[in-house]
């Protein structure tokens, strides 16, 4: 383990922002974690957790020691006629998971194709598209106490999942650090291509047989013709969280924005689509020196190469309020800030 000061987090962030650590090191398995937390000279540094760096917007510098957990490994734990468990460390890429189970017949992952980030990240913020969300797959989380260094396994319910939330964002935020997590996989598939655009390509595709792998395809092929290449143009996926609103509101609005998308998720509440409010508002395709709002998806806030965590967060603002302005809805941030 090396511990490295003054280390930049370019290449840590899918944004691309040059963020600062004062101390930075990278641990390959959860007994590295828990020596690095009872080390005494850490003891009293604060710590900061960054996973693949897909879902963080940098505005300063980060003063503490980072912890990037690269724990490897993917293994088949138990199967029965139905099922197969599998455990994945939380510093495996998530799209290389996915891979694991697409090209051994595994259903349930096939959706949430080529999202960016790692296995460790992803309970998080409970990633979701397509119709799919991970906590759909998830059987239970394993994180290590901070404070304490002991390991603990999350049952799912244990983890208390909702739209991009979990209890680690929530009342245990910046307690525990996800060391793997274990998935329950289907032998016998149901596919999930409700959703309209997977459809529409695999018919595009002339994709006679509807399998995991072909279901995977098309979503990697959407993806790819929507959402920028992180690799490419830095990027954290969709910036802002799309809105729930009251049936009352959505009503109002349908009468004065006819053609407003919006998806009923119980409670009365209706979901819009926040890309369709900002590109309504005029935002798609809008750039600002280095920063701008993608052109194809206006829900993804993109740096071209060298703009600032602080002129993304300025645009983010800006956006805000002219939503609100148009349509009386505030939008909040996927991303986190810090
Ligand atoms: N739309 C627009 N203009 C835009 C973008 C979208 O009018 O610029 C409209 C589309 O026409 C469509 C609707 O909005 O009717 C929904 O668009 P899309 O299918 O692209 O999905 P989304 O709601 O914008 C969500 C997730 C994505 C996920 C997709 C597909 C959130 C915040 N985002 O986006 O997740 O890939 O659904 O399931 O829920 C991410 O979280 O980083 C992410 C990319």
Redesign the pocket.
């Known amino acids: 383990m090396q511990i490295r000061p003054n280390f930049s987090l370019r290449h840590f962030n899918t944004f691309g922002l040059d963020s600062s650590a004062r101390f930075f090191v990278e641990v390959s398995s959860a007994t590295e974690l828990t020596e690095i937390l009872a080390d005494q000279v850490w003891k009293h540094t604060p710590k900061f957790i960054l996973g693949g760096g897909s879902n963080v917007l940098f505005t300063r510098d980060i003063d503490a020691l980072v912890i990037h957990p690269a724990i490897k490994g993917i293994e088949k734990i138990k199967e029965d006629d139905l099922h197969v468990w599998v455990k994945a460390g939380a510093g495996e890429i998530w799209h290389d998971f996915v891979m694991y189970c697409v090209d051994r017949n595994y259903g349930g992952v096939e959706n949430l194709s080529l999202?960016p980030g790692t296995v460790g990240a992803a309970p998080m913020q409970n990633?979701?598209?397509?119709?799919v969300e991970i906590k759909d797959v998830i059987h239970s989380v394993e994180a290590v106490s901070i404070q304490t260094g002991d390991v603990t396994i999350f049952s799912k319910e244990e983890c208390q999942f909702g739209y991009?939330e979990s209890v680690f964002k929530r009342d245990l935020k910046d307690q525990y650090i996800i060391t793997g997590a274990t998935f329950v996989l289907n032998k016998k598939p149901v596919l999930n291509v409700g959703?309209g655009?997977i459809q529409k390509t695999l018919q595009e595709m002339n994709v006679g047989d509807v399998t995991i792998k072909t279901v995977s395809e098309a979503v990697m092929h959407i993806?790819r013709s929507?959402?920028p290449d992180p690799a490419v143009i830095g990027n954290?996926?969709?910036f802002?969280?799309?809105p729930e609103i009251a049936l009352d509101l959505y009503t109002d609005l349908q009468s004065k924005f006819p053609g407003i998308?919006g998806y009923p998720v119980g409670n009365g509440k209706i979901k819009v689509?926040?890309?369709?409010l900002?590109?309504k508002a005029g935002w798609?395709g809008y750039r600002q020196g280095a920063i701008g709002v993608h052109e194809?998806?206006?829900?993804?806030l993109v740096n071209y190469g060298g703009g600032s965590g602080n002129e993304i967060k300025t645009l983010s603002e800006t956006i805000q309020d002219s939503v609100e302005q148009k349509f009386g809805i505030r939008l909040n941030a996927?991303v986190n800030f810090l």
């Not at 194809?296 to 993804?300: G, N, R, T």
Request: net charge positive; charged share 30%.
């Open positions: 999202i990633i979701g598209a397509y119709g991009r959703y655009d993806r929507k959402l954290a996926g969709s802002f969280k799309n998308p689509p926040a890309g369709w900002i590109e798609k194809k998806q206006a829900l993804v996927e």
